[in-house]
C-alpha cells in the first residue's frame, strides 16, 4: 500500500504530494513551492480538517480549521 506519493526534484520535494492512511484514504495533500508547503489534511472519511502553509515544518500565517461538518471553526 502506498502511503505517501510525490515528485523530487534536485534532491527537493516539488508540487503535489500526497499522504495516505492504511485504508488508502487521503490524509493529507501538500503543494510544495520552493521554501514553503501549502496543506490541506483530511479525517480517514475525506473530511478536509485543516488548511494552511508551513515553512520550515512550522505552521506559518492564516491557518483554517474545520468541524465534522466541513464548516469553517473559529
Given at each position: 500500500?502506498?502511503?505517501?506519493?510525490?515528485?523530487?526534484?534536485?534532491?527537493?520535494?516539488?508540487?503535489?504530494w500526497?499522504?495516505?492512511?492504511?485504508?488508502g484514504?487521503?490524509?493529507?495533500?501538500?503543494?510544495?513551492?520552493?521554501?514553503?508547503?501549502?496543506?490541506?489534511?483530511?479525517?480517514k472519511?475525506?473530511?478536509?480538517?485543516?488548511?494552511?502553509?508551513?515553512?520550515?515544518?512550522?505552521?506559518n500565517?492564516?491557518?483554517?480549521?474545520?468541524?465534522?461538518?466541513?464548516?469553517?471553526?473559529?
Amino acid at each position: 500500500m502506498i502511503k505517501i506519493e510525490g515528485n523530487i526534484d534536485q534532491g527537493q520535494k516539488r508540487g503535489n504530494w500526497f499522504e495516505f492512511y492504511s485504508n488508502g484514504s487521503l490524509k493529507a495533500q501538500m503543494l510544495y513551492n520552493k521554501n514553503n508547503v501549502k496543506i490541506s489534511y483530511f479525517d480517514k472519511n475525506q473530511k478536509i480538517q485543516s488548511t494552511g502553509v508551513e515553512i520550515g515544518k512550522r505552521k506559518n500565517g492564516l491557518w483554517i480549521y474545520f468541524d465534522s461538518s466541513g464548516n469553517e471553526t473559529i
